[in-house]
């Protein structure tokens, strides 16, 4: 089925690990975003690309890496996993255009220790 | 800072009320106006979307849109208890193609 997947859904790591996050999307969009959720903060940008090999820092981008080699995956690595990483990471899509709704996949909740 | 303004709630209806949320926007470059609904532990899911002036139904969901005033609203009619999310506001960043600035959500809550 089209759409986009995030794996693993959970994850338990404990502080000073890397640890990366996989985003898959089928639907050949250009944009791909990285959010995350917490109490209070809602939904924060991390990092965004706007196709294959162009990457751009989004709100609070400290501590994390991102890359895109290929238009349908976007991972997300933490180097050096801290306390404050813990929270609900959401992957998003879109298309081209000024238009454009995201898409988001079903989440991956991150528990560092 | 761009912002998107919504009421966190919760809001509280009865279960064939109207439910109303309201959200207000900063950036007037902004074209483009989404709803979206979440479910507790799930993700964001797309409801309706918006881009002139006026009303958009579809189905029990009216998204209405005032530019001048910077303000977006949703209704839903004869709400029902499977409605109980929180909506999240979302409007496109005039100047940066692509992003979506959200709002923190509002919590809508239908009593039986």
């Known amino acids: 089925d089209a759409g986009i997947t995030q794996s693993p859904r959970y994850k338990i790591t404990e502080t000073g690990r890397q640890v990366t996050l996989m985003c898959h999307q089928t639907w050949s969009h250009s944009y791909m975003f990285w959010y995350r959720q917490d109490l209070g903060h809602g939904l924060r940008l991390i990092y965004y690309?706007?196709?294959?090999?162009?990457?751009d820092k989004g709100e609070v981008p400290d501590g994390y890496v991102v890359s895109r080699s290929k238009t349908e995956n976007f991972p997300l690595t933490l180097e050096s996993a801290t306390r404050s990483q813990t929270s609900v990471y959401f992957c998003?899509?879109?298309?081209?255009?000024?238009?454009?709704?995201?898409?988001f996949g079903d989440g991956t909740r991150l528990s560092i220790l | 800072q761009k912002e998107v303004e919504q009421n966190s709630g919760p809001l509280s209806v009865p279960e064939g009320a109207i439910a109303s949320l309201n959200c207000t926007y900063s950036d007037r470059g902004s074209q483009s106006f989404f709803w979206y609904r979440q479910y507790s532990g799930k993700s964001p899911e797309l409801i309706m979307s918006i881009y002139s002036n006026g009303d958009k139904e579809d189905g029990r969901f009216t998204a209405q849109l005032n530019k001048a005033s910077q303000y977006v609203s949703l209704l839903i009619r004869d709400s029902q208890p499977s409605d109980s999310a929180t909506y999240l506001c979302a409007v496109n960043d005039g100047g940066s193609q692509g992003n979506l600035i959200f709002g923190k959500g509002t919590k809508l809550s239908v009593k039986p």
């Open positions: 998003a899509s879109s298309g081209t255009g000024p238009n454009q709704p995201q898409h």
């Open positions: 690309s706007a196709a294959a090999d162009i990457t």
